[in-house]
């Protein structure tokens, strides 16, 4: 009797939690906290607003571009500075406009999360560090100049006015995260900075862009701001990085005619929740969906989703019904998961707008990114049936897309490789293919598109088996020359993600897809070795 009445106690509680956390209180959480957001956006116009993915895309209806920095390279145990997940275009972006602001969430229990208290810290310090030693290795040319060369003068001063020594490096935390843990994380700076100039980051054109340093500002629900008193950004002898957490404090909240629960974070994860509702299509009816109340949001919801849906479906594109698994507790708290709908376009062209590094535009906008001059290009899976007018060929990679038509069947091939948390051997039996298919085209010249279903992940990993395939370091493609001469590392693949990261500002490779890669690589090297022992021995 006493288990039946404890189990019924965590059933009933857990049902509470279902309520509190219902598709309702999430949205108008999303929306309570954006218009949080739009006032600190307001006090500085000229600030780009930039969307740390993927929970901070719900907070604002408009973003000129986005970012990624994780949690987890900030958590007390894990502290790392990846190279996966440069975010180099940030940096340009901050230093063309003279600073951004960078929104995110959390959910109960902070005021932000690890991404901006530590993540984004150690970023801004560890590039810092990089452009001093760069700018302190160009004053030491220079004076070896003056030298040799007293005709020359020079006061030893970059183009922003820094000279090397006054550069600021320090590690610049938040006053909540303790002096022990800041001890440990300049431990690693020296290390993740030789990390960072040894992946063959392009430090010159940072170091040309950014006439000052890097420094991140904090600013949450409790922040404390005089209106009277904000300083104009280009005040500062520092490029901000304005942080700003969208989280308030759980609490019950009343309007006209019903109550809700408030949720802090209510954008992460959206898959648990969001019933296939996006953030774009979510701001389009965001004052209907807010003006339906609780009754009324879940039916309201679902009638978007399949509008939505029906819209691409009769414009040819890719489109599956949202499944639908019942709950336990109520018809209201169902779990709904869907893939993300595209935006139609009507020609190739439009749907492939050319973007290079640097670049900021509609987050939600399909666009085509080129690597450099190897006839590459990554982006997310188009949509038209008739393709061949504008491109060479395509390589497919989205395990859920129809197939494209084209002309010629030999340009186009499609190989439904699934992500490694639903297939974990999906990418490596496919890279072969893969790399034999665009090595026919690329011997002869022609231009290779390469999509997944966001360009982010596998179209990625894919593109990094084919430049080290078939490609030298310099970009140049040989073949496979290089690839069969030497020794494939996991700092080789470090280096060639961190050359497609400069031009796919998107990329988002996951560690499980980056490990198939390299074992992919690692085995055909034991293969071409063995091969070669065994022409030699006969």
């Not at 780009?48 to 408009?62: D, E, I, K, T």
């Not at 009507?346 to 085509?368: A, D, H, V």
């Not at 598109?449 to 990993?461: F, L, P, T, Y």
């Amino acid at each position: 009797m006493a288990a039946e009445e404890k189990m019924s106690v965590y059933r009933a509680s857990r049902s509470i939690k279902r309520l509190e956390n219902s598709l309702y209180n999430a949205l108008r959480s999303i929306y309570e906290d954006a218009t949080f957001v739009a006032e600190i956006a307001g006090l500085w116009r000229d600030l780009p607003l930039v969307a740390n993915l993927r929970c901070g895309l719900w907070y604002s209806p408009r973003f000129e571009a986005t970012c990624y920095f994780k949690s987890t390279d900030g958590h007390t145990n894990n502290l790392s500075f990846s190279t996966s997940r440069l975010n180099l275009h940030l940096a340009q972006l901050a230093g063309q406009k003279g600073g951004c602001i960078i929104v995110d969430s959390t959910r109960k229990g902070k005021r932000f999360p690890d991404s901006m208290s530590k993540t984004i810290s150690i970023w801004a310090c560890v590039l810092n560090r990089a452009i001093k030693n760069h700018l302190q290795r160009m004053s030491d040319t220079m004076q070896q100049g003056i030298e040799l060369d007293s005709n020359i003068s020079c006061n030893g001063s970059m183009d922003g006015g820094f000279r090397p020594a006054e550069w600021d490096c320090t590690l610049h935390l938040p006053t909540w995260v303790p002096n022990t843990e800041k001890a440990i994380i300049e431990t690693h700076l020296e290390d993740w900075t030789r990390l960072l100039e040894d992946c063959h980051a392009d430090i010159s054109s940072l170091a040309s862009n950014l006439g000052k340093p890097l420094r991140p500002l904090w600013i949450s629900q409790r922040t404390l701001i005089w209106l009277n008193e904000v300083p104009e950004h280009d005040s500062w002898d520092f490029i901000p990085l304005i942080l700003v957490s969208a989280s308030g404090m759980s609490q019950l909240r009343t309007t006209s005619g019903f109550s809700w629960h408030y949720i802090p974070g209510a954008g992460d994860d959206e898959e648990s929740w969001a019933r296939g509702l996006s953030p774009d299509m979510f701001w389009k009816h965001s004052f209907e969906l807010i003006d339906a109340g609780p009754d009324l949001c879940n039916r309201l919801v679902a009638e978007i989703v399949e509008k939505e849906r029906v819209y691409h479906a009769h414009r040819g594109e890719y489109s599956p019904q949202v499944p639908v698994r019942s709950g336990k507790v109520l018809a209201s708290n169902l779990t709904i998961s869907s893939e993300e709908s595209y935006v139609a376009s009507q020609s190739m062209k439009s749907k492939f707008p050319i973007k290079s590094m640097g670049s900021t535009s509609c987050c939600n906008e399909q666009s085509l990114f080129w690597l450099g001059q190897t006839n590459i290009a990554v982006c997310a899976t188009p949509h038209d049936s008739d393709a061949s007018t504008d491109i060479d060929c395509v390589l497919n990679c989205d395990s859920s897309s129809k197939p494209l038509c084209f002309q010629s069947v030999n340009s186009y091939l499609h190989l439904p490789i699934m992500t490694s948390k639903v297939d974990r051997f999906s990418l490596i039996r496919n890279l072969s293919s893969a790399i034999d298919f665009a090595k026919t085209h690329l011997s002869i010249g022609r231009k290779l598109i390469v999509c997944c279903h966001n360009g982010e992940d596998i179209s990625i990993c894919v593109c990094l088996a084919i430049l080290i395939s078939l490609f030298d370091e310099d970009g140049s493609y040989d073949g496979g020359k290089s690839f069969m001469s030497t020794n494939i590392t996991k700092w080789d693949v470090k280096r060639r993600l961190v050359f497609i990261c400069k031009f796919a500002v998107n990329a988002r490779p996951s560690r499980g897809n980056l490990k198939q890669v390299f074992g992919f690589l690692s085995k055909e090297q034991d293969s071409l070795t063995n091969t070669g022992s065994a022409v030699d021995s006969t």
